[in-house]
């Protein structure tokens, strides 16, 4: 590793630009302190950028001609087109991968999407299964969203979902579980390795969080000031736990349907009851 602050690389690395240093020797550049810890004598670099975009990520260099003294303008032409070569490769890459991500997640909210969220769940089900661990699925389904959508239009409404989809990430981020925006106003969570009980705690967190928060939307220059959105907006959600599944005489789900399914009938019955609060297969959890 070499800081960027250091030597022809690191020159080459901050400009962005080919250098050629045919005498090491008197270049303002040039950094004796690895040749000294090395034993190792440099006499010329080619040092040319890998650039992609606007942005460079590397540098290719090469040191010491192996039948010259020196490197000359030409090799330096010849590298540049090689580290071209190397950029282009490197962009083709990052647009597959930026693009495999895009299909994974929800337009909206930036939040996985169904298709994504059932292909992982089926994952973490197979790995409950080989390491005898725990999962639970949150199925959240907002109250009242559709008067909002009646009232304000459908853009509030749309600006309403991508603050509850943050509202979300921030409960719940990447390295605690996945969150994705299950189609309208419903969202589902996978939580590995949390049984039933933390499953309903984490649940009980978001419908607090959900209850507490004003969405402030921007309305548009023609359509006035922000708009406020408080208490209206709560949330009805279902917990099912993996294992308390697997208890049942149906034994556990071989695929996420049934516990899809299970967390959503756990959502409904919230709702049946009152709305704004937590239930799972067994029970609920009244709001508090």
């Known amino acids: 590793r070499i800081p960027a602050d250091r030597g022809i690389v ?64 030409e090799e330096l032409k010849l590298l540049s087109l090689f580290a071209g070569f190397i950029s282009t490769s490197l962009q083709n890459v990052l647009d597959a991968n930026r693009a495999q991500e895009l299909a994974k997640r929800d337009d909206l909210t930036g939040l996985y999407n169904d298709r994504y969220f059932n292909q992982q769940l089926n994952d973490e089900i197979e790995r409950a299964d080989r390491d005898a661990l725990e999962l639970c699925v949150i199925f959240l389904d907002l109250d009242h969203f559709k008067e909002v959508n009646d009232q304000y239009g459908h853009l509030v409404g749309s600006q309403t979902l991508a603050h509850v989809g943050r509202l979300l990430a921030e409960v719940v981020p990447p390295e605690a579980g996945t969150v994705a925006r299950y189609g309208g106003d419903e969202f589902v969570l996978i939580l590995p390795s949390a049984d039933l ?39 009805s959600i279902g917990v099912a736990s993996y294992r308390a599944m697997a208890d049942t005489d149906d034994g556990p789900p071989s695929h996420g349907d049934r516990l899809i399914r299970s967390a959503d009938q756990a959502m409904y019955r919230a709702k049946a009851l009152g709305k704004n609060r937590v239930c799972h297969p067994g029970g609920d959890a009244p709001a508090s």
């Open 10 to 73: 690191g020159h080459t690395y901050r400009s962005g630009q080919a250098y050629l240093a045919s005498r090491t020797k008197g270049d303002p550049h040039f950094d004796q302190t690895f040749d000294d810890q090395l034993g190792f004598e440099t006499e010329s670099v080619l040092s040319v950028p890998i650039q992609v975009g606007r942005s460079t990520c590397g540098v290719l260099q090469l040191v010491n001609h192996r039948d010259r003294e020196s490197f000359i303008e």
């Open 197 to 235: 009980r933390r499953g309903l705690e984490i649940a009980e967190t978001i419908r607090n969080r959900i209850e507490a928060t004003v969405f402030s939307i921007d309305r548009g220059l023609d359509q006035g000031a922000t708009l406020e959105i408080g208490d209206r907006i709560t949330a």
